[in-house]
């Protein structure tokens, strides 16, 4: 039940331990209420306790996670994507975007999601915004896998940028892209150093929605290959080169259909031809099947749970 990590509420650069423990923080995230609250006392969360399920008000949503509180920090937790869920994937995260008023377009799926839990009460008053604006001085930290990591984007951004609440630093971990270039520019601006995301080697989910689709990345990188070596980049808004790169680590030849093998190779052989960049890049995220990926439970689908995945990123000795 203890994390086998200590947490810095006050670090403002990334460090292993707290990632590692808001790993474990994430991961709790998928566990019931009472598991929850039990993890949150053990670890130094025992000031105050919320549990969030939307659905408890609107069956046909389905947004969790809980904030817990010390007397130093507040920390909020989303649940990502339901394994059980997860051969739906593909089609979850082909979503166009839809706008956001003054910080241009996001995910429409991820934004609806977020906001079936704002401003509602779930017992004991209303989480957001109204806890955290009244955090007392205590740091925000804010994480999630999967979903759960869009889902803490989001609710940065309202949070900080929307309700000028400062949020103090954003964990996530198997994060999928979250809007476009706008909103991630803007984004990167203002909260660029306090975002550090987390990508597992060939973990598919990061690099959906598509680049193609004009979603990006944002704020700063920490890429774990096979070997758990660690790359970081700095705060940045994602270019088509990094989308490249990215796809280049995450997709085998022979997962691609035959007719794209060609200009695979090409951009991962020695020459270059043929195609532009761009071009290149929107022929082989739309020759991906993701959905299928997920179905068979492929090394795409392993690297981006939280047990098999990202924890083991952390071993506690």
Same mark, same amino acid.
């Given at each position: 039940?203890?994390?086998?990590?200590?947490?810095?509420?006050?670090a403002t650069?990334?460090?292993?331990?707290? @990632? @590692?423990?808001?790993?474990d923080?994430?991961? =709790?995230?998928?566990?019931?209420e009472?598991?929850?609250?039990?993890?949150?006392?053990?670890?130094?969360?025992?000031?105050?306790?919320?549990?969030?399920?939307?659905?408890?008000?609107?069956?046909?949503s389905?947004?969790?996670g809980?904030?817990?509180?010390?007397e130093?920090?507040?920390?909020v937790?989303?649940?990502g994507?339901?394994?059980?869920q %997860?051969?739906?994937v593909?089609?979850?995260?082909?979503?166009?975007p839809?706008?956001?008023?003054g910080?241009?377009?996001?995910?429409?799926?991820?934004?609806?999601?977020?906001?079936?839990?704002?401003?509602?009460?779930?017992g004991?008053g209303?989480?957001?915004?109204?806890?955290?604006?009244?955090?007392?001085?205590?740091?925000?930290?804010?994480?999630g896998?999967?979903?759960g990591?869009?889902?803490?984007?989001?609710c940065a951004?309202?949070t900080?940028?929307?309700?000028?609440?400062?949020?103090?630093?954003v964990?996530?971990?198997? =994060?999928?892209?979250?809007?476009d270039?706008?909103?991630?520019?803007?984004?990167?601006?203002? %909260?660029?150093?306090?975002?550090?995301?987390?990508?597992n080697?060939?973990?598919?989910?990061?690099?959906?929605?598509?680049?193609t689709?004009e979603?990006?990345?944002?704020?700063?990188?920490?890429?774990?290959?096979r070997n758990r070596?660690?790359?970081?980049?700095? @705060?940045?808004?994602?270019?088509l080169?990094?989308?490249?790169?990215?796809?280049?680590?995450?997709?085998? $030849?022979?997962?691609?259909?035959?007719?794209?093998?060609?200009?695979v190779?090409?951009?991962?052989?020695?020459?270059?031809?043929?195609l532009?960049?761009?071009?290149? #890049?929107?022929? #082989?995220?739309?020759?991906?099947?993701?959905?299928? #990926?997920? @179905?068979?439970?492929?090394? =795409?689908?392993?690297?981006?749970? $939280?047990p098999?995945?990202y924890? %083991?990123?952390?071993?506690?000795?």
């Amino acid at each position: 039940m203890k994390s086998a990590f200590q947490f810095d509420p006050n670090a403002t650069e990334y460090t292993t331990s707290n @990632a @590692a423990f808001l790993c474990d923080a994430a991961a =709790q995230a998928y566990e019931n209420e009472g598991s929850c609250r039990a993890w949150a006392a053990e670890n130094g969360f025992a000031e105050g306790f919320h549990f969030i399920d939307t659905s408890k008000l609107d069956p046909q949503s389905g947004t969790q996670g809980y904030v817990a509180e010390s007397e130093a920090a507040i920390l909020v937790a989303f649940r990502g994507t339901e394994p059980a869920q %997860l051969p739906d994937v593909g089609s979850d995260l082909k979503t166009i975007p839809i706008p956001w008023e003054g910080l241009a377009r996001v995910h429409g799926g991820f934004f609806r999601a977020f906001f079936a839990a704002w401003n509602k009460d779930f017992g004991g008053g209303r989480i957001f915004p109204d806890l955290l604006r009244n955090s007392g001085g205590r740091k925000i930290w804010i994480t999630g896998h999967s979903l759960g990591g869009a889902l803490a984007q989001i609710c940065a951004t309202q949070t900080e940028l929307r309700d000028a609440i400062p949020v103090h630093a954003v964990y996530t971990y198997g =994060q999928p892209r979250v809007g476009d270039e706008q909103f991630a520019r803007i984004m990167n601006e203002k %909260l660029g150093h306090k975002i550090f995301r987390l990508v597992n080697d060939r973990d598919i989910v990061p690099r959906v929605p598509l680049y193609t689709m004009e979603y990006r990345h944002y704020g700063r990188q920490f890429y774990f290959d096979r070997n758990r070596s660690m790359t970081e980049s700095q @705060a940045s808004v994602e270019t088509l080169m990094e989308a490249l790169n990215s796809f280049r680590q995450t997709i085998r $030849m022979d997962q691609l259909q035959g007719a794209l093998a060609d200009a695979v190779r090409h951009l991962i052989g020695p020459s270059r031809g043929g195609l532009d960049d761009g071009s290149l #890049l929107k022929e #082989l995220e739309q020759a991906l099947d993701l959905k299928k #990926l997920a @179905a068979e439970n492929t090394e =795409q689908i392993g690297d981006h749970l $939280m047990p098999s995945g990202y924890k %083991l990123l952390f071993p506690a000795s």
